[in-house]
C-alpha cells in the first residue's frame, strides 16, 4: 500500500511513519502483562497516540495509503480481519466454502453487524463496494490495481469495456455472498481483509454524494471504532468505541486520542510528559533514549526506493543515467546513520523474512539475492555512457520528497550523494506534505521521487506487481513486456503451481534491476518508545499496520 503509492506502505508508508505508523513485521504485544485483566483494575481505557500527518481520506475506494488504511482498518470491517500471526479471523462473514476449482467463494455473513447508524451489513454492503471500486466514474486507484485478475471481469470492466455489473461478486439473499475470481488466488482468504474489499452502505453513500467521507458526520462504521472530531484537514481527531459493532463486548478501549506530529524531538517530549503514549524515534534520539526500559524496536516489510519518473524528464528515460543513479548513494550509511533504528539497506524490491521459497530453498531475498548495490566506480561509468547518449554533460532532476523532520534530512543526504557522486548532476529538492506527494505521484508531476510500499497480502506479487506497464502504482512511465507476461503467468497458467510462480518472481525482479527501473534505497524498521501499559497490540504485515481491536491499558508500577 502506499505507504505509498506507497503506499504506497503505503505507505508505504511516507518517511512520516516513523512518528506514526510503522508496517508491522511479525504479531506482537508492546508492554508486560499485568496480573489483573485492565478492567478489572479501574485503569481508564484512552490511549494517546501520534500521526505523522492528515488522513488523506477514509473514502475505502480511494484510499492509497497507510494513514487510511490504518483509520478504515479501525472504524470498518470486511469479510475478515487479521488477528495475533497475521492469521484471518472471523469479521462479517462466518465462514466460506470454496468450489474444487478455486474460482468460487461462497461467504456466509453474520446476521447481528450493524452500521453505525443501526442499518444491518448485507451482502449488497459488499457488492455495491465492489463495484464502486472498479467502476472508471469512480477513479479509484486501488480497485483495479487490488480486484483487476482476481475477481472475475475487474479488469475488463476498469478499462471500461464491461459493465459493472459483470463484476464477478452477487449477493444470495441478504446474508450470503458469492464472488467469482478470474483466476484461483490462494491469498483470496486474507485479501478480503483489506480496505478496498470493506463493504459501503450504498443509501448512505448515494446521500452524501460528494460529502461522503470527508468528515466524521459523512462516514458509517461498522468496525470496532467511529472516528470522531474529523475533517479531512484536520490535526487532531479521536477513536471512540463503536457500541454498536456485533463483537463491541471484546473491545476494551474506550477512546484513542490522535495529534499529527512531523518533528521528531516534539513527539519525543509529548511522550516525556505523558501526553502521548508512544513516539517514534529519530536517529539522533535513538541512542539518547536505546538503554531506556520504554525503547524498543520493530521490524518492519515495507521498502522505499526512488522512483524514476521516464514521462517527465529526458534524462531519467535513459537506462544508463537511472543505473547510475540506482548505485551513487551509501545505503549502509543511510541505514546506520541517519536512520539508526534497525532498518536495513535494501538491494532488491521484495524484503527480507517476508515471502519463503515454496520449495524450501530459504527466503525469497536470499535466494534473488543482491541486485542493485552502492558503487561509486559502476556509477560514475554509466553516467558517463548516459550523458554521451544524450549528448550532454550535465542533467538536473528534482527531487520530491516528504517534509517531515526525518523526511527532510533523507532527501538532502541522497540529494548530496547524488551531486557528489555524479559530475554535473543537479538536484533541486521539492519537499511537500504527504497528501500532496500523493497526488504529484499520481499526476507523475514528478522526477525522482522518494516512495515506499509496504504488502497488502502475503504474497511477492503485492511488490512486483506495481511496475506492470500501465499499472495503477506504476506511475513513472516504466514498461517492459516480459516482465508483464511474467507476472500475468502467475495469476493465470501458473497460478495453482506455487513454486513455477516464485520461480516467474524471481526472474521478473532481476529484469526490473536490469532496467534500473527503481533505484532500491532501504527496508524499514522503527524505533520508538512505547508505554508499557499498552497491551495486546497487533502489528499486521499488510493492510492496517495496527490493530487496536484487543487492545487493553494495563496499570504500570
Not at 50 to 66: K, L
Amino acid at each position: 500500500m502506499k505507504r505509498k503509492f506507497t503506499w504506497l506502505l503505503s505507505l508505504t508508508l511516507i518517511l512520516s511513519v516513523f512518528l506514526a505508523a510503522c508496517s508491522g513485521g511479525d504479531s506482537s504485544s508492546e508492554g508486560s502483562d499485568s496480573e489483573k485483566p485492565a478492567e478489572e483494575e479501574n485503569v481508564e481505557q484512552v490511549l494517546n497516540l501520534i500521526n505523522g500527518d492528515a488522513i488523506p481520506s477514509m473514502d475505502p475506494s480511494m484510499a492509497t495509503d497507510e494513514y487510511g488504511f490504518q483509520f478504515l482498518g479501525a472504524t470498518m470491517e470486511g469479510l475478515y480481519r487479521l488477528g495475533e500471526d497475521a492469521k484471518t479471523t472471523p469479521g462479517i462473514a462466518e465462514s466460506h466454502e470454496v468450489s474444487e476449482d478455486g474460482l468460487t467463494w461462497t461467504f456466509k455473513l453474520r446476521e447481528d453487524a450493524k452500521w453505525s447508524n443501526g442499518d444491518p451489513v448485507t451482502a449488497n454492503d459488499f457488492v455495491y463496494a465492489w463495484q464502486r471500486a472498479v467502476n472508471p466514474d469512480t477513479g479509484s486507484e486501488y480497485g483495479p490495481y487490488m480486484m483487476g485478475g482476481v475477481i472475475k471481469n475487474a479488469t475488463e470492466i476498469s478499462k471500461g469495456e464491461k459493465k459493472v455489473e459483470e463484476l464477478g461478486v452477487k449477493a444470495d439473499g441478504d446474508y450470503t455472498l458469492v464472488v467469482e475470481l478470474a483466476n484461483p488466488t490462494p491469498y483470496f482468504e486474507s485479501l478480503t481483509s483489506f480496505g478496498t474489499f470493506l463493504p459501503l452502505n450504498q443509501k448512505f453513500v448515494e446521500e452524501k454524494g460528494d460529502a461522503f467521507a470527508t468528515s466524521s458526520e459523512n462516514l458509517l462504521a461498522n468496525g470496532p471504532f467511529t472516528l470522531e472530531n474529523w475533517e479531512s484537514t484536520s490535526q487532531k481527531w479521536n477513536l471512540a468505541k463503536n457500541d454498536t459493532y456485533w463483537d463491541a463486548d471484546t473491545v476494551k478501549l474506550e477512546t484513542i486520542n490522535y495529534v499529527v506530529v512531523k518533528d521528531a524531538q516534539t513527539a519525543v517530549d509529548l511522550y516525556e510528559k505523558g501526553e502521548v503514549d508512544r513516539s517514534g524515534l529519530s536517529s539522533d534520539l535513538v541512542d539518547q533514549y536505546s538503554s531506556d526500559e520504554d525503547y524498543t524496536v520493530k521490524a518492519d516489510n515495507s521498502v522505499f526506493y526512488l522512483k524514476m519518473n521516464q514521462t517527465r524528464n529526458e534524462a531519467l528515460a535513459n537506462t544508463n543515467i537511472r543505473a547510475a543513479i540506482s548505485r551513487a548513494f551509501d545505503k549502509e550509511a543511510l541505514v546506520n546513520t541517519i536512520l539508526n533504528n534497525g532498518s536495513l539497506a535494501a538491494n532488491g524490491l521484495v524484503p527480507a523474512d517476508f515471502a519463503p521459497m515454496p520449495d524450501g530453498s530459504g527466503d525469497f531475498r536470499e535466494v534473488s539475492g543482491d541486485l542493485v548495490t552502492y558503487d561509486t566506480a559502476a556509477a560514475k561509468e554509466f553516467w558517463e555512457k548516459g550523458l554521451e547518449e544524450l549528448g550532454t554533460d550535465s542533467v538536473e532532476i528534482e527531487f520530491l520528497g516528504g517534509d517531515t523532520d526525518v523526511s527532510k534530512t533523507m532527501n538532502e543526504y541522497l540529494a548530496n550523494q547524488l551531486q557528489t557522486n555524479l559530475p554535473g548532476l543537479k538536484v533541486t529538492l521539492k519537499q511537500v506534505p504527504f497528501e500532496q506527494r500523493l497526488d504529484l505521484d499520481t499526476n507523475q508531476d514528478y522526477d525522482l521521487q522518494l516512495a515506499g510500499w509496504g504488502p497488502d497480502y502475503l504474497d511477492p506479487y503485492t511488490f512486483l506487481s506495481l511496475w506492470i506497464t500501465d499499472g495503477g502504482n506504476n506511475k513513472m512511465g516504466y514498461s517492459n513486456p516480459e516482465y508483464d507476461k511474467l507476472l500475468e503467468e502467475t495469476t493465470t497458467t501458473l497460478a495453482t503451481d506455487n513454486e513455477a510462480r516464485y520461480q516467474n518472481f524471481l526472474e521478473a525482479e532481476k529484469i526490473l534491476f536490469e532496467d534500473a527501473a527503481i533505484a532500491p534505497v532501504y527496508q524499514t524498521a522503527g524505533a520508538f518508545l512505547s508505554s508499557p501499559k499498552i497491551q495486546g497490540l497487533i502489528e499486521n504485515p499488510f493492510g492496517p499496520t495496527y490493530e487496536y481491536k484487543w487492545v487493553t491499558i494495563g496499570a504500570t508500577e
